[in-house]
């Protein structure tokens, strides 16, 4: 009888550690979370708000989506320039910020289908005499260090003209340059310039010719096919759902989400 007592007592203490340990990564499992890699000076797209809140559409997007995957969100501010190998190493999960899809890009991450078209434009002082990209010739332009605004001035004939390119860690402070009379342009999302310009209407101006239109998509570590999928399965049923054009009429005042 007491041998028969001490095995169901040895038996019930094996049961309580293996739902201890089933409990623990059950709990570990759900204190998981998704790290988006962010630009948080990125409005509309993802930026701090007066209250320091990082908001914006990216935001609002990768919310809903990681709830249709049943997955927490962490945003993570990471510095632009580094954001490839921040996510190569593991340090994020995912670049979603405006990030815009290119060939180079596609050598080092794997590519959600496009969710939003772009362009990068040149904007300039309401009241600047430089109205054509050829008035860029002897000007000093701004735009942010290692971004697509940079590749598509490169790949602009007036590129070799300009007296000087100066790069910033953020659009902020380009535009901050272009305010103070530092710059004579700079180049820029039109998205985010759009949003700037609802804000201060009175400040800038776009020039009509546009330097390349492009298209943002979120990034994935190679070879993270799995996550890539459980994404983009996410981002189609919050196209069909209607979700997507929710948070599109929010910040844009219309749909733009592609589908």
Do not use: H
């Not at 943002?216 to 459980?230: A, M």
């Amino acid at each position: 009888m007491k041998r028969l007592a001490t095995m169901i007592l040895i038996i019930a203490s094996l049961l309580a550690i293996a739902a201890g340990c089933s409990n623990s990564a059950a709990k570990e499992k759900k204190d998981e979370a998704l790290v988006i890699g962010i630009d948080d000076k990125f409005a509309p797209m993802g930026f701090r708000d007066e209250d320091n809140n990082i908001v914006g559409f990216d935001i609002d997007y990768a919310k809903a989506a990681a709830e249709k995957m049943g997955a927490e969100v962490k945003f993570q501010p990471i510095d632009w320039k580094t954001k490839e190998a921040e996510l190569s190493s593991g340090r994020i999960d995912l670049i979603w910020n405006g990030y815009t899809i290119t060939d180079e890009r596609k050598e080092k991450v794997l590519f959600t289908k496009p969710y939003l078209k772009n362009a990068q434009v040149v904007v300039t002082l309401a009241d600047s005499k430089v109205a054509k990209l050829k008035d860029l010739e002897g000007k000093v332009v701004g735009l942010q260090s290692l971004s697509s605004a940079s590749d598509a001035l490169n790949a602009a004939p007036i590129k070799e003209k300009i007296k000087t390119v100066t790069e910033f860690s953020d659009n902020v402070q380009a535009l901050t340059d272009l305010k103070s009379g530092r710059l004579d342009a700079v180049v820029i999302d039109e998205i985010v310039i759009n949003y700037y310009m609802a804000k201060e209407k009175e400040a800038f101006k776009v020039l009509d010719e546009s330097l390349a239109p492009e298209e943002y998509g979120i990034g994935v570590k190679k070879g993270n096919e799995e996550l890539l999928d459980k994404l983009q399965t996410a981002l189609d049923d919050l196209n069909e759902d209607g979700t997507a054009a929710e948070i599109s009429e929010k910040w844009f005042g219309e749909n733009k989400v592609l589908k």
